[in-house]
């Protein structure tokens, strides 16, 4: 029994230290043991582009993994999910197709050069500053309601960060 009990405090540690691989779970607000949308920002285009792009961060607090599998909104015609994938010195917007997985005890952190919700056809005009409404479906039949602010052509961001405040960070264009 001697011999066991360092295996047993390590195997007790192990545990408990996977917890730190991710930042941990949110300090805003959001039950830590949830899923939880923050951040949600969506870019209006330059001039000549038709296509807004959206960020979000997402934060699974349950020990499952969780399933993105569409972002709804009445606003616009069409959202999906994009991902820049780097092929030697070329850099590639692909679409997500099936579902965006994010494991358990971790978050998504949607960013310029990574994964992005790509907004067209919007029903009306949209102006910065202004609120809209996304739907995230998850393939376990959760849906989470949020609101989205839009920001200017050209405004970066914001880069999240857990209990050491957020700012911004990079383009928010593509």
Excluded: C
């Amino acid at each position: 029994m001697i011999r066991l009990l360092p295996t047993m405090v390590l195997g007790l540690l192990i545990p408990m230290a996977g917890g730190h691989a991710t930042e941990g779970p949110p300090t805003h607000g959001a039950s830590p043991d949830e899923l939880s949308v923050e951040h949600a920002e969506i870019v209006l285009p330059t001039s000549g582009k038709s296509q807004l792009t959206g960020y979000l961060t997402i934060w699974n607090g349950k020990r499952v993994q969780a399933n993105l599998v569409s972002v709804e909104s009445p606003i616009f015609e069409s959202v999906a999910l994009y991902n820049m994938e780097q092929a030697g010195d070329i850099a590639r917007k692909r679409r997500v197709e099936g579902i965006l997985p994010i494991p358990g005890n971790a978050e998504l952190l949607m960013r310029p050069g990574g994964v992005h919700l790509l907004l067209t056809q919007p029903i009306q005009a949209l102006s910065s500053e202004e609120a809209v409404e996304l739907t995230l479906v998850f393939d376990s039949g959760k849906r989470i309601a949020v609101t989205a602010t839009i920001l200017a052509a050209g405004t970066s961001v914001t880069d999240h960060h857990h209990g050491n405040g957020d700012g911004v960070q990079g383009s928010g264009q593509l």
